[in-house]
Protein backbone atom coordinates (compact mmCIF):
# COMPACT_ATOMS: atom_id res chain seq x y z
CA UNK A 1 0.00 0.00 0.00
CA UNK A 2 1.46 3.03 -0.74
CA UNK A 3 -1.36 5.97 0.37
CA UNK A 4 -4.61 5.00 2.06
CA UNK A 5 -6.55 6.20 -1.24
CA UNK A 6 -6.33 4.86 -5.07
CA UNK A 7 -4.22 7.63 -6.46
CA UNK A 8 -4.44 6.78 -10.21
CA UNK A 9 -6.59 5.22 -12.71
CA UNK A 10 -4.86 5.78 -16.04
CA UNK A 11 -0.94 5.81 -14.84
CA UNK A 12 -0.23 2.09 -13.92
CA UNK A 13 0.95 1.35 -10.64
CA UNK A 14 2.74 -1.62 -10.13
CA UNK A 15 4.16 -1.98 -6.37
CA UNK A 16 7.45 -3.88 -5.96
CA UNK A 17 7.05 -5.53 -2.61
CA UNK A 18 7.58 -9.08 -1.91
CA UNK A 19 10.68 -10.97 -1.88
CA UNK A 20 14.20 -9.20 -3.06
CA UNK A 21 17.07 -11.44 -3.07
CA UNK A 22 19.69 -9.51 -0.62
CA UNK A 23 23.21 -9.58 -0.21
CA UNK A 24 25.09 -8.40 2.90
CA UNK A 25 28.35 -6.62 1.58
CA UNK A 26 31.99 -6.41 3.68
CA UNK A 27 33.59 -2.67 3.67
CA UNK A 28 35.55 -4.34 0.35
CA UNK A 29 32.37 -4.94 -1.44
CA UNK A 30 32.49 -8.84 -1.32
CA UNK A 31 29.30 -10.93 -0.86
CA UNK A 32 29.22 -11.87 3.25
CA UNK A 33 26.15 -13.70 3.23
CA UNK A 34 22.76 -14.08 0.62
CA UNK A 35 19.46 -13.44 2.35
CA UNK A 36 16.04 -13.27 1.22
CA UNK A 37 14.32 -10.06 2.06
CA UNK A 38 10.72 -9.20 2.05
CA UNK A 39 9.90 -5.25 1.20
CA UNK A 40 9.72 -3.12 3.17
CA UNK A 41 11.42 -4.16 6.04
CA UNK A 42 14.57 -3.06 8.30
CA UNK A 43 17.46 -5.05 7.65
CA UNK A 44 17.77 -5.02 11.40
CA UNK A 45 14.52 -7.49 11.51
CA UNK A 46 16.67 -9.94 10.38
CA UNK A 47 18.25 -12.75 12.21
CA UNK A 48 22.13 -12.59 12.03
CA UNK A 49 21.51 -8.31 10.89
CA UNK A 50 20.39 -7.09 14.09
CA UNK A 51 22.77 -4.38 14.45
CA UNK A 52 24.71 -4.54 11.01
CA UNK A 53 25.40 -1.37 10.54
CA UNK A 54 26.60 -1.59 6.83
CA UNK A 55 25.16 -1.87 3.09
CA UNK A 56 23.75 -4.50 1.69
CA UNK A 57 22.26 -5.09 -2.57
CA UNK A 58 18.73 -5.81 -2.90
CA UNK A 59 18.14 -7.27 -6.21
CA UNK A 60 15.23 -8.51 -8.24
CA UNK A 61 13.59 -8.88 -11.69
CA UNK A 62 10.79 -6.67 -12.83
CA UNK A 63 8.55 -6.97 -15.93
CA UNK A 64 7.86 -4.00 -18.16
CA UNK A 65 6.43 -3.55 -21.58
CA UNK A 66 8.10 -1.07 -24.07
CA UNK A 67 7.89 2.53 -22.82
CA UNK A 68 7.86 5.24 -20.11
CA UNK A 69 8.87 4.08 -16.71
CA UNK A 70 9.25 5.54 -13.46
CA UNK A 71 10.29 3.87 -10.21
CA UNK A 72 9.52 6.03 -6.52
CA UNK A 73 11.06 4.57 -3.69
CA UNK A 74 9.01 6.00 -0.68
CA UNK A 75 12.04 5.28 1.77
CA UNK A 76 15.66 3.50 1.81
CA UNK A 77 17.91 3.70 4.88
CA UNK A 78 19.99 5.78 4.77
CA UNK A 79 21.38 6.16 1.50
CA UNK A 80 20.41 4.11 -1.57
CA UNK A 81 22.12 3.81 -5.10
CA UNK A 82 19.96 2.34 -7.45
CA UNK A 83 21.15 0.14 -10.50
CA UNK A 84 18.83 -0.97 -13.34
CA UNK A 85 20.21 -4.09 -15.98
CA UNK A 86 23.68 -3.09 -14.33
CA UNK A 87 24.09 0.69 -14.38
CA UNK A 88 23.98 3.25 -12.22
CA UNK A 89 20.12 4.94 -12.59
CA UNK A 90 20.29 7.12 -9.24
CA UNK A 91 21.51 7.92 -5.74
CA UNK A 92 19.62 9.31 -2.78
CA UNK A 93 20.70 10.29 0.49
CA UNK A 94 18.30 10.35 3.64
CA UNK A 95 15.88 7.27 4.82
CA UNK A 96 12.56 9.34 5.28
CA UNK A 97 11.61 11.56 2.44
CA UNK A 98 10.89 9.58 -0.91
CA UNK A 99 12.64 10.01 -4.32
CA UNK A 100 11.90 9.14 -8.08
CA UNK A 101 13.83 8.07 -11.42
CA UNK A 102 12.29 8.36 -14.69
CA UNK A 103 13.24 5.70 -16.96
CA UNK A 104 12.49 6.71 -20.55
CA UNK A 105 12.05 4.51 -23.55
CA UNK A 106 12.56 0.99 -21.82
CA UNK A 107 12.36 -2.09 -23.62
CA UNK A 108 9.56 -4.86 -23.32
CA UNK A 109 11.04 -7.98 -20.88
CA UNK A 110 12.55 -8.79 -18.25
CA UNK A 111 14.58 -6.63 -15.88
CA UNK A 112 17.49 -6.44 -13.40
CA UNK A 113 16.56 -3.51 -10.33
CA UNK A 114 19.29 -3.38 -7.40
CA UNK A 115 19.34 -1.09 -4.76
CA UNK A 116 22.54 -0.85 -3.04
CA UNK A 117 20.93 0.20 0.96
CA UNK A 118 23.81 1.67 2.85
CA UNK A 119 23.40 2.84 6.86
CA UNK A 120 26.94 3.44 7.87
CA UNK A 121 27.82 6.83 9.46
CA UNK A 122 30.51 9.15 7.52
CA UNK A 123 32.00 12.04 7.44
CA UNK A 124 29.74 13.16 4.44
CA UNK A 125 26.90 12.25 6.35
CA UNK A 126 25.25 15.03 7.82
CA UNK A 127 22.26 13.84 9.05
CA UNK A 128 22.30 10.32 9.91
CA UNK A 129 24.95 10.46 12.67
CA UNK A 130 24.98 8.09 15.73
CA UNK A 131 22.43 9.41 17.78
CA UNK A 132 18.99 8.88 20.06
CA UNK A 133 17.19 7.01 17.38
CA UNK A 134 18.46 4.29 15.03
CA UNK A 135 19.76 4.87 11.74
CA UNK A 136 17.90 1.89 10.37
CA UNK A 137 19.49 -0.20 6.94
CA UNK A 138 16.88 -1.90 4.21
CA UNK A 139 14.22 -0.34 1.61
CA UNK A 140 12.22 0.46 4.18
CA UNK A 141 9.28 1.95 2.90
CA UNK A 142 7.00 0.55 -0.34
CA UNK A 143 8.85 0.62 -4.19
CA UNK A 144 6.71 1.53 -6.97
CA UNK A 145 7.01 1.24 -10.61
CA UNK A 146 4.77 3.58 -12.43
CA UNK A 147 4.47 2.69 -16.38
CA UNK A 148 4.11 6.72 -17.24
CA UNK A 149 3.36 8.31 -20.63
CA UNK A 150 5.08 11.44 -22.75
CA UNK A 151 4.49 13.32 -19.35
CA UNK A 152 3.10 13.32 -16.00
CA UNK A 153 1.88 14.95 -12.87
CA UNK A 154 4.45 15.17 -10.59
CA UNK A 155 2.27 16.83 -7.60
CA UNK A 156 -1.08 18.62 -7.04
CA UNK A 157 -0.70 21.22 -4.30
CA UNK A 158 -4.16 22.31 -3.14
CA UNK A 159 -3.79 25.59 -0.61
CA UNK A 160 -7.37 26.27 1.37
CA UNK A 161 -8.28 29.90 2.80
CA UNK A 162 -11.24 30.75 4.31
CA UNK A 163 -13.50 33.72 2.91
CA UNK A 164 -16.78 35.00 3.67
CA UNK A 165 -18.65 33.15 1.21
CA UNK A 166 -16.79 29.96 1.91
CA UNK A 167 -13.45 28.47 0.93
CA UNK A 168 -11.19 29.48 -1.80
CA UNK A 169 -8.60 26.62 -3.36
CA UNK A 170 -5.57 27.58 -4.72
CA UNK A 171 -4.52 24.76 -6.90
CA UNK A 172 -1.06 24.69 -8.23
CA UNK A 173 -0.21 21.44 -10.61
CA UNK A 174 3.47 20.44 -11.94
CA UNK A 175 3.87 18.27 -14.84
CA UNK A 176 7.00 17.18 -16.09
CA UNK A 177 8.02 16.07 -19.18
CA UNK A 178 9.54 12.96 -20.43
CA UNK A 179 9.21 13.31 -24.48
CA UNK A 180 6.26 15.56 -24.88
CA UNK A 181 6.64 18.36 -27.58
CA UNK A 182 5.29 21.40 -26.67
CA UNK A 183 1.46 22.79 -26.92
CA UNK A 184 0.73 18.99 -27.38
CA UNK A 185 -0.75 18.78 -24.29
CA UNK A 186 -4.15 19.61 -22.54
CA UNK A 187 -4.60 19.48 -18.42
CA UNK A 188 -7.62 19.89 -16.46
CA UNK A 189 -8.40 19.50 -12.86
CA UNK A 190 -11.38 18.89 -10.85
CA UNK A 191 -12.39 19.72 -7.72
CA UNK A 192 -16.50 19.05 -6.13
CA UNK A 193 -18.00 18.94 -9.62
CA UNK A 194 -16.09 21.95 -10.47
CA UNK A 195 -13.48 22.18 -13.24
CA UNK A 196 -10.19 24.36 -14.69
CA UNK A 197 -9.15 23.50 -18.03
CA UNK A 198 -5.36 24.24 -19.24
CA UNK A 199 -5.02 24.21 -22.97
CA UNK A 200 -1.56 23.59 -24.80
CA UNK A 201 0.43 23.93 -21.96
CA UNK A 202 4.21 24.71 -22.34
CA UNK A 203 7.10 23.13 -20.50
CA UNK A 204 10.16 25.22 -19.41
CA UNK A 205 13.11 23.33 -18.18
CA UNK A 206 11.22 20.07 -18.79
CA UNK A 207 8.70 21.56 -16.07
CA UNK A 208 5.21 23.12 -16.42
CA UNK A 209 3.67 24.68 -13.30
CA UNK A 210 -0.48 25.43 -13.65
CA UNK A 211 -2.02 27.48 -10.98
CA UNK A 212 -5.48 28.11 -10.88
CA UNK A 213 -8.32 28.98 -8.03
CA UNK A 214 -11.65 27.68 -7.04
CA UNK A 215 -13.92 28.59 -5.11
CA UNK A 216 -16.67 26.82 -2.98
CA UNK A 217 -19.77 27.74 -0.70
CA UNK A 218 -20.82 24.24 0.81
CA UNK A 219 -17.91 22.37 1.59
CA UNK A 220 -17.24 20.79 5.17
CA UNK A 221 -14.16 22.19 7.29
CA UNK A 222 -11.54 19.61 8.48
CA UNK A 223 -11.22 19.62 12.09
CA UNK A 224 -10.64 17.11 14.99
CA UNK A 225 -14.43 16.33 14.90
CA UNK A 226 -15.04 16.27 11.90
CA UNK A 227 -11.91 15.49 9.28
CA UNK A 228 -13.90 15.63 6.21
CA UNK A 229 -11.58 15.25 3.36
CA UNK A 230 -11.91 15.77 -0.45
CA UNK A 231 -9.98 15.02 -3.47
CA UNK A 232 -9.21 16.80 -6.03
CA UNK A 233 -8.35 14.35 -9.55
CA UNK A 234 -5.69 16.07 -12.55
CA UNK A 235 -5.45 14.78 -15.93
CA UNK A 236 -3.52 15.37 -18.90
CA UNK A 237 -5.15 14.81 -22.07
CA UNK A 238 -3.30 14.29 -25.64
CA UNK A 239 -5.85 14.59 -28.92
CA UNK A 240 -8.96 14.19 -26.53
CA UNK A 241 -6.88 10.63 -24.56
CA UNK A 242 -6.23 10.96 -21.02
CA UNK A 243 -3.12 9.92 -21.02
CA UNK A 244 -1.94 10.59 -17.47
CA UNK A 245 -3.56 11.25 -13.77
CA UNK A 246 -3.36 11.86 -10.47
CA UNK A 247 -5.59 11.91 -7.35
CA UNK A 248 -4.67 13.50 -4.60
CA UNK A 249 -6.25 14.29 -0.75
CA UNK A 250 -6.69 17.50 1.01
CA UNK A 251 -9.12 18.52 3.72
CA UNK A 252 -10.49 22.29 3.82
CA UNK A 253 -8.27 23.99 6.67
CA UNK A 254 -6.72 27.07 7.28
CA UNK A 255 -4.12 27.35 10.20
CA UNK A 256 -2.69 31.24 11.71
CA UNK A 257 -0.52 32.21 14.22
CA UNK A 258 -2.75 35.43 15.78
CA UNK A 259 -1.09 36.42 19.26
CA UNK A 260 -0.55 33.75 21.57
CA UNK A 261 -2.82 31.15 19.69
CA UNK A 262 -2.22 29.13 16.96
CA UNK A 263 -5.59 29.46 15.00
CA UNK A 264 -7.42 25.78 13.26
CA UNK A 265 -9.97 27.37 11.09
CA UNK A 266 -10.22 30.61 12.94
CA UNK A 267 -10.07 28.87 16.27
CA UNK A 268 -7.36 28.87 18.41
CA UNK A 269 -6.37 25.17 19.70
CA UNK A 270 -4.91 23.32 22.89
CA UNK A 271 -2.03 20.76 22.16
CA UNK A 272 -2.31 18.00 23.79
CA UNK A 273 0.77 15.47 22.13
CA UNK A 274 2.99 13.17 21.92
CA UNK A 275 6.65 13.11 20.37
CA UNK A 276 6.90 9.52 18.42
CA UNK A 277 9.70 7.93 16.56
CA UNK A 278 8.51 5.81 13.60
CA UNK A 279 9.54 2.86 14.92
CA UNK A 280 7.41 -0.65 15.94
CA UNK A 281 8.89 -3.73 18.36
CA UNK A 282 11.47 -5.48 16.43
CA UNK A 283 10.38 -4.22 12.77
CA UNK A 284 12.36 -1.00 13.22
CA UNK A 285 11.23 1.64 11.37
CA UNK A 286 9.36 0.02 8.73
CA UNK A 287 6.12 -0.19 9.78
CA UNK A 288 3.28 -1.63 8.54
CA UNK A 289 -0.36 0.78 7.92
CA UNK A 290 -1.76 -1.67 11.24
CA UNK A 291 0.48 -0.89 13.23
CA UNK A 292 1.04 2.76 12.35
CA UNK A 293 -3.10 2.34 13.12
CA UNK A 294 -2.57 0.64 16.21
CA UNK A 295 -0.18 3.64 17.46
CA UNK A 296 -2.70 5.95 16.59
CA UNK A 297 -5.65 4.47 18.32
CA UNK A 298 -3.46 4.30 21.61
CA UNK A 299 -3.06 8.56 20.78
CA UNK A 300 -6.29 9.02 20.76
CA UNK A 301 -7.46 6.97 23.89
CA UNK A 302 -5.23 9.50 25.84
CA UNK A 303 -7.06 12.35 24.87
CA UNK A 304 -3.90 13.57 22.95
CA UNK A 305 -4.35 15.69 19.52
CA UNK A 306 -1.21 16.04 17.84
CA UNK A 307 1.68 13.94 17.20
CA UNK A 308 4.93 15.29 16.56
CA UNK A 309 7.23 13.47 13.71
CA UNK A 310 10.47 13.79 15.91
CA UNK A 311 12.74 13.98 14.53
CA UNK A 312 12.34 13.40 10.82
CA UNK A 313 9.79 13.32 8.11
CA UNK A 314 7.35 10.44 8.47
CA UNK A 315 5.94 7.72 5.95
CA UNK A 316 3.05 9.24 3.59
CA UNK A 317 0.87 6.25 4.82
CA UNK A 318 0.67 7.55 8.72
CA UNK A 319 0.17 11.13 7.66
CA UNK A 320 -2.79 10.17 5.54
CA UNK A 321 -4.40 8.35 8.56
CA UNK A 322 -3.83 11.49 10.70
CA UNK A 323 -5.61 13.43 7.94
CA UNK A 324 -8.60 10.63 8.39
CA UNK A 325 -8.59 10.47 11.97
CA UNK A 326 -8.32 14.26 13.20
CA UNK A 327 -4.90 14.06 14.50
CA UNK A 328 -2.48 17.39 14.21
CA UNK A 329 0.54 16.76 13.40
CA UNK A 330 3.93 18.64 13.60
CA UNK A 331 5.99 17.38 10.71
CA UNK A 332 10.04 18.40 11.22
CA UNK A 333 12.68 17.93 8.48
CA UNK A 334 15.20 15.35 9.64
CA UNK A 335 17.99 16.88 12.75
CA UNK A 336 18.74 15.56 16.08
CA UNK A 337 21.60 18.14 17.73
CA UNK A 338 23.23 18.53 14.69
CA UNK A 339 26.51 21.17 15.43
CA UNK A 340 29.14 23.44 13.75
CA UNK A 341 31.30 20.43 12.59
CA UNK A 342 28.25 18.98 10.60
CA UNK A 343 27.00 22.46 9.67
CA UNK A 344 30.03 23.55 8.05
CA UNK A 345 30.19 20.46 5.93
CA UNK A 346 29.53 21.59 2.32
CA UNK A 347 26.78 18.29 2.44
CA UNK A 348 24.95 19.87 5.13
CA UNK A 349 22.82 22.39 3.10
CA UNK A 350 22.53 20.01 -0.23
CA UNK A 351 21.16 17.33 2.41
CA UNK A 352 19.35 19.36 4.98
CA UNK A 353 17.64 21.38 1.83
CA UNK A 354 16.92 18.03 -0.05
CA UNK A 355 15.13 16.37 2.96
CA UNK A 356 12.84 20.08 3.37
CA UNK A 357 12.00 19.68 -0.49
CA UNK A 358 11.52 16.21 -0.53
CA UNK A 359 9.21 16.91 2.71
CA UNK A 360 6.90 19.63 1.82
CA UNK A 361 6.45 18.45 -2.10
CA UNK A 362 5.44 15.30 -1.13
CA UNK A 363 3.19 15.68 2.24
CA UNK A 364 1.93 19.92 1.05
CA UNK A 365 -1.50 18.37 1.16
CA UNK A 366 -2.12 16.82 4.40
CA UNK A 367 -4.38 18.89 6.54
CA UNK A 368 -3.37 16.78 9.11
CA UNK A 369 0.31 18.96 9.24
CA UNK A 370 -0.60 22.05 10.93
CA UNK A 371 3.75 23.81 11.24
CA UNK A 372 6.60 22.43 9.97
CA UNK A 373 9.90 21.62 12.47
CA UNK A 374 13.40 22.14 12.00
CA UNK A 375 16.57 21.50 13.81
CA UNK A 376 15.49 20.11 16.60
CA UNK A 377 18.45 21.28 19.66
CA UNK A 378 20.84 22.16 17.50
CA UNK A 379 23.40 24.71 17.52
CA UNK A 380 21.44 28.08 17.95
CA UNK A 381 24.00 29.99 19.64
CA UNK A 382 27.22 30.71 16.61
CA UNK A 383 26.88 32.46 13.57
CA UNK A 384 27.11 29.19 12.12
CA UNK A 385 24.22 27.68 13.98
CA UNK A 386 22.16 30.92 13.38
CA UNK A 387 23.24 30.43 9.58
CA UNK A 388 22.15 27.09 9.73
CA UNK A 389 18.49 28.20 11.10
CA UNK A 390 18.07 31.44 8.54
CA UNK A 391 18.68 28.62 5.98
CA UNK A 392 15.99 26.20 7.01
CA UNK A 393 13.13 28.98 8.04
CA UNK A 394 13.98 30.45 4.34
CA UNK A 395 13.95 27.01 2.45
CA UNK A 396 10.52 25.94 4.14
CA UNK A 397 8.70 29.51 3.86
CA UNK A 398 9.98 29.76 0.16
CA UNK A 399 8.02 26.37 -0.37
CA UNK A 400 5.10 26.86 1.97
CA UNK A 401 3.66 30.16 3.25
CA UNK A 402 0.55 28.38 4.34
CA UNK A 403 2.00 27.44 7.44
CA UNK A 404 3.53 28.39 10.89
CA UNK A 405 7.14 27.09 11.43
CA UNK A 406 9.22 26.08 14.97
CA UNK A 407 12.17 24.64 16.10
CA UNK A 408 12.48 22.75 19.34
CA UNK A 409 14.82 24.48 20.94
CA UNK A 410 16.91 23.46 23.94
CA UNK A 411 20.09 25.74 24.17
CA UNK A 412 17.99 28.26 26.14
CA UNK A 413 19.79 31.36 27.66
CA UNK A 414 22.48 31.12 24.74
CA UNK A 415 20.10 30.71 22.01
CA UNK A 416 20.29 33.39 19.18
CA UNK A 417 17.62 32.07 16.71
CA UNK A 418 14.30 33.05 18.89
CA UNK A 419 13.49 35.68 16.46
CA UNK A 420 13.27 33.08 13.76
CA UNK A 421 10.20 30.61 14.97
CA UNK A 422 6.43 31.71 14.30
CA UNK A 423 5.98 29.49 17.69
CA UNK A 424 8.16 29.28 20.44
CA UNK A 425 8.89 25.54 21.30
CA UNK A 426 11.25 25.02 24.24
CA UNK A 427 12.14 20.85 25.42
CA UNK A 428 12.58 21.04 29.41
CA UNK A 429 13.37 18.17 31.19
CA UNK A 430 12.33 19.17 34.92
CA UNK A 431 12.66 16.53 37.56
CA UNK A 432 14.46 14.59 35.07
CA UNK A 433 17.87 16.03 33.50
CA UNK A 434 17.43 19.20 35.76
CA UNK A 435 15.57 20.50 38.55
CA UNK A 436 14.64 24.18 37.82
CA UNK A 437 11.19 25.44 38.98
CA UNK A 438 9.29 24.78 35.37
CA UNK A 439 6.37 27.77 35.68
CA UNK A 440 9.70 30.16 36.51
CA UNK A 441 12.03 28.69 34.11
CA UNK A 442 9.47 28.79 31.06
CA UNK A 443 8.75 32.60 31.82
CA UNK A 444 12.42 33.61 31.77
CA UNK A 445 12.81 31.64 28.31
CA UNK A 446 10.37 33.59 27.13
CA UNK A 447 11.26 37.04 28.70
CA UNK A 448 14.52 36.07 27.26
CA UNK A 449 13.10 35.17 23.73
CA UNK A 450 11.24 38.64 23.88
CA UNK A 451 14.78 40.40 23.70
CA UNK A 452 15.26 39.24 20.71
CA UNK A 453 11.76 39.42 19.05
CA UNK A 454 9.48 41.51 20.85
CA UNK A 455 6.06 39.82 20.40
CA UNK A 456 3.33 37.50 21.76
CA UNK A 457 3.68 34.47 19.89
CA UNK A 458 2.02 30.72 21.11
CA UNK A 459 4.74 29.06 23.56
CA UNK A 460 4.83 25.19 23.38
CA UNK A 461 6.51 22.94 25.49
CA UNK A 462 7.76 20.79 22.85
CA UNK A 463 9.42 18.07 24.88
CA UNK A 464 9.17 17.06 28.44
CA UNK A 465 9.20 13.54 30.01
CA UNK A 466 10.78 11.18 32.07
CA UNK A 467 11.97 7.22 31.69
CA UNK A 468 10.38 4.24 33.37
CA UNK A 469 11.42 0.65 32.64
CA UNK A 470 8.31 -1.24 31.34
CA UNK A 471 7.62 -3.44 34.54
CA UNK A 472 9.76 -2.06 37.29
CA UNK A 473 7.47 -0.64 40.29
CA UNK A 474 8.75 0.58 43.43
CA UNK A 475 7.47 2.10 45.99
CA UNK A 476 10.18 4.17 46.55
CA UNK A 477 9.22 5.84 42.75
CA UNK A 478 13.12 5.93 42.51
CA UNK A 479 14.13 7.11 38.81
CA UNK A 480 13.66 4.30 36.07
CA UNK A 481 10.63 3.05 37.66
CA UNK A 482 7.17 3.45 36.51
CA UNK A 483 5.88 5.01 39.30
CA UNK A 484 8.09 8.41 39.48
CA UNK A 485 7.85 8.61 35.56
CA UNK A 486 3.82 8.78 36.18
CA UNK A 487 4.22 11.40 38.97
CA UNK A 488 6.44 13.65 36.54
CA UNK A 489 4.21 13.58 33.75
CA UNK A 490 1.33 14.32 36.13
CA UNK A 491 2.90 17.20 38.23
CA UNK A 492 4.44 18.53 34.58
CA UNK A 493 1.52 18.43 32.72
CA UNK A 494 -0.76 20.17 35.65
CA UNK A 495 1.58 22.67 35.90
CA UNK A 496 2.08 23.50 32.24
CA UNK A 497 -1.97 22.92 32.10
CA UNK A 498 -1.76 26.02 34.66
CA UNK A 499 0.35 28.59 32.28
CA UNK A 500 -1.77 30.92 30.31
CA UNK A 501 1.52 31.66 28.14
CA UNK A 502 1.29 28.62 27.18
CA UNK A 503 -0.17 26.33 24.09
CA UNK A 504 0.19 23.46 24.13
CA UNK A 505 2.95 20.39 25.36
CA UNK A 506 4.12 17.59 23.53
CA UNK A 507 5.08 14.46 25.99
CA UNK A 508 8.83 13.16 25.29
CA UNK A 509 7.76 10.45 24.10
CA UNK A 510 5.04 8.12 22.53
CA UNK A 511 7.01 4.38 22.87
CA UNK A 512 10.42 3.19 23.64
CA UNK A 513 12.51 3.55 20.80
CA UNK A 514 15.95 2.24 20.32
CA UNK A 515 19.15 4.23 20.05
CA UNK A 516 22.13 3.62 18.44
CA UNK A 517 24.82 1.21 19.86
CA UNK A 518 27.22 4.71 19.43
CA UNK A 519 25.27 7.05 20.51
CA UNK A 520 27.31 9.20 22.62
CA UNK A 521 24.69 8.79 25.99
CA UNK A 522 24.44 5.21 24.84
CA UNK A 523 25.45 4.69 29.11
CA UNK A 524 21.51 6.45 29.67
CA UNK A 525 20.05 4.69 28.08
CA UNK A 526 19.51 1.42 29.03
CA UNK A 527 18.66 -2.10 26.81
CA UNK A 528 19.97 0.26 24.56
CA UNK A 529 16.92 2.26 24.22
CA UNK A 530 15.53 5.72 25.01
CA UNK A 531 12.53 4.40 27.69
CA UNK A 532 10.59 7.71 28.10
CA UNK A 533 7.78 6.16 26.49
CA UNK A 534 4.03 5.42 28.29
CA UNK A 535 4.16 2.58 26.68
CA UNK A 536 7.42 0.33 25.66
CA UNK A 537 8.54 -0.78 22.20
CA UNK A 538 5.70 -3.32 22.25
CA UNK A 539 3.26 -1.10 23.26
CA UNK A 540 2.86 -2.25 26.76
CA UNK A 541 1.38 0.10 29.05
CA UNK A 542 3.11 1.69 31.71
CA UNK A 543 1.80 3.30 34.60
CA UNK A 544 2.47 6.45 32.56
CA UNK A 545 -0.24 6.03 29.90
CA UNK A 546 -2.74 5.82 32.47
CA UNK A 547 -2.18 8.85 34.12
CA UNK A 548 -2.01 10.58 31.32
CA UNK A 549 -4.81 9.41 29.43
CA UNK A 550 -6.51 10.69 32.79
CA UNK A 551 -5.35 14.09 32.62
CA UNK A 552 -5.85 14.37 28.82
CA UNK A 553 -9.12 13.72 28.32
CA UNK A 554 -10.25 15.52 31.40
CA UNK A 555 -8.61 19.22 29.30
CA UNK A 556 -9.64 20.98 26.59
CA UNK A 557 -8.44 20.52 22.59
CA UNK A 558 -9.32 24.29 22.47
CA UNK A 559 -8.18 27.71 24.41
CA UNK A 560 -11.54 28.95 24.72
CA UNK A 561 -12.77 25.67 26.61
CA UNK A 562 -9.31 26.01 29.02
CA UNK A 563 -11.86 27.54 31.81
CA UNK A 564 -14.42 25.24 32.03
CA UNK A 565 -11.56 22.29 31.96
CA UNK A 566 -9.18 23.10 34.78
C1 LIG B 1 15.99 15.64 23.65
C2 LIG B 1 15.82 15.18 22.20
C3 LIG B 1 15.08 13.87 22.10
C4 LIG B 1 15.52 12.88 23.19
C5 LIG B 1 15.28 13.51 24.56
C6 LIG B 1 15.75 12.59 25.68
O1 LIG B 1 14.98 16.51 24.00
O2 LIG B 1 15.13 16.13 21.41
O3 LIG B 1 15.39 13.32 20.82
O4 LIG B 1 16.88 12.60 23.03
O5 LIG B 1 16.07 14.69 24.65
O6 LIG B 1 15.19 11.49 25.80
O7 LIG B 1 16.67 12.99 26.40
Redesign the pocket.
Known amino acids: MIRMFTTNIVRELTELGGSWKMLQLSEKDEVVKEYMAVIPSCWESMRGLENFRGHCKYSRAVQTKAGNYRLIFNGVSHTANVYFDGVHIGYHYGAYTPFDIVLPNVSQGEHILEVVADNRFSEGSTLHIP???RSWGGITRPVVLEKISDAFIRYIHVTTKQTDAGWDADIEIAVNNVSAKDNTLNAKVTIEGQTVEFDKITFTDGVCKLNATLSFEKVEAWCQENPALYMARAELICDGKVIDDLNERFGFREVKVVGRDILVNGRAIYIKGF?RHEEFGVLGNAVPENAMAMDLDIIASTGANLVRT??YPNDERFLDLCDERGFFVWEESHA??IYAKKMSHPNFKVQAGACIDEMIINHYNHPSIIMWGLL??CESYTDIGRDAHVFHYDRIKSLDKSRPVTA?A?KFFKDICHDLPDILSF?V?PQ??YDHEPVDFVNRLEEYARQQKDIDRPILIS?F?A?AIYGYRAFSAVKYSEDRQADILKSLIETFYGMDNVSGMII??FADGRVDNTFV?WNSRPKTQ?N?GVVDIYRRPKMSYYTVSDLFNKMANYVDEKENKK
Open positions: NDYNSHRQNEANNYWYEGAWMDNK
